[in-house]
Antibody, heavy 118, light 110 residues
Framework: EVQLVESGGGLAQPGGSLRLSCVGS????????IHWVRQAPGKGLEWVSG????????KYADSVKGRFTISRDNAKNTLFLQMNSLRAEETAVYYC???????????WGQGTLVTVSS | QSALTQPASVSGSPGQSITFSCTGT?????????VSWYQQYPGKAPKVIIY???NRPSGVSDRFSGSKSGNTASLTISGLQAEDEADYYC??????????FGAGTRLTVL
């Protein structure tokens, strides 16, 4: 079964940091772009970042550029999102999702909740 | 990276056909045939139902169909069923090599 499982969510203070992980299984992890998408409570989906198959290419939403860093370890089938200088409005469920090849995502992980609050 | 425009809500009765709109710009929806649609139930992860404007992944009902005209993409659900009640999001590849989503449309089956 093709699966993505996120972890690392939790409570962070405004200005603080958190590192999310996403482990893929059931497919050739190193053959796909992988993305992070977030969803604030009661709100819509927001694309956050994406990374190329070998990690050499990364893209970010303007809202997180310079504060978030996406990376991957293909030997461990793991994707990361290092989030620094967190803001209260970034409280959300963070999903990782596999890019099939033309910028559509399947599957998605179950999500991990990040709460930014003092 | 402005969000694509979707109506906040639509409703329909069982058996009806219903169409969702998704309006972008000439730098995303209007330029590329990389429009996708996702269905999301409360508390669950999104699931793709249409990709590349009009293609259905295997396992998705043929009651779902997609199209595009200019800067606006559309999702149509025919033969509406109670189980279709969910949130629907469109997304598009952009000229910035990023992805933009719509704000989502909540479907209510009356």
């Amino acid at each position: 079964e093709v699966q993505l499982v996120e972890s690392g969510g939790g409570l962070a203070q405004p200005g603080g940091s958190l590192r999310l992980s996403c482990v893929g299984s059931g497919f050739s992890f190193s053959s796909y772009w992988i993305h992070w998408v977030r969803q604030a409570p009661g709100k819509g989906l927001e694309w956050v970042s994406g990374i190329s198959t070998d990690g050499s290419g990364t893209k970010y939403a303007d809202s997180v550029k310079g504060r978030f860093t996406i990376s991957r370890d293909n030997a461990k089938n793991t994707l990361f999102l290092q989030m620094n200088s967190l803001r209260a409005e970034e409280t959300a469920v963070y999903y990782c999702a596999r890019d099939i090849g033309s910028w559509w995502f399947d599957p998605w992980g179950q999500g991990t909740l990040v709460t930014v609050s003092s | 990276q402005s969000a694509l425009t979707q109506p906040a809500s639509v409703s329909g009765s069982p058996g009806q056909s219903i169409t969702f709109s998704c309006t972008g710009t000439s730098t995303d929806v209007g330029r590329y045939n990389y429009v996708s649609w996702y269905q999301q139930y409360p508390g669950k992860a999104p699931k793709v139902i249409i990709y590349n404007v009009s293609n259905r992944p295997s396992g998705v009902s043929d009651r779902f169909s997609g199209s595009k005209s200019g800067n606006t993409a559309s999702l149509t659900i025919s033969g509406l069923q109670a189980e279709d009640e969910a949130d629907y999001y469109c997304s598009s590849y952009t000229s910035d090599v990023t992805v933009v989503f719509g704000a989502g449309t909540r479907l209510t089956v009356l």
